[in-house]
């Protein structure tokens, strides 16, 4: 089993910024995929970035160039560093992981809140 820990969220003015981190604790996979989605109110959960245990990192169109997600030299621990936050990226944001090899094992974090709004 693996548990997640987030924590950073907050209020932001429009332009600000935020840094998330979560840390994995437990038996964590070898090769995974720790990363964060989002969920708005009323909207749907959608991925935000992904950084892969063996190297690599993705984004979703709508944050990047903004959002650098990046991990501790032990791999345990993503950061999310947002900024320029606009009030459309006013969500809760959940940590998850992901046992590459076999995609039907994650596991999420209990969700922390951002709010951008002057």
């Known amino acids: 089993q693996v548990q997640l820990a987030e924590s950073g969220g907050g209020s932001v003015q429009p332009g600000g910024s935020l840094t998330l981190s979560c840390t994995a604790s437990?038996?964590?996979?070898?090769?995974?995929?720790m990363g964060w989605y989002r969920q708005a109110p009323g909207g749907e959960r959608e991925r935000v970035a992904t950084?892969?245990?063996?190297?690599?990192?993705t984004y979703s169109n709508s944050v990047k160039g903004r959002f650098t997600i990046s991990r501790d030299t032990a791999g345990n621990t993503v950061y999310l560093q947002m900024s320029d936050l606009k009030p459309e990226d006013t969500a809760v944001y959940y940590c998850?992981?992901?046992?590459?090899?076999?995609?039907?094992?994650?596991?999420w974090g209990q969700g922390t809140q951002v709010t951008v709004s002057s």
């Open positions: 437990g038996i964590i996979p070898g090769f995974n995929a």
């Open positions: 998850n992981l992901v046992n590459v090899a076999d995609t039907s094992t994650d596991y």
């Open positions: 950084s892969f245990s063996r190297g690599g990192t």
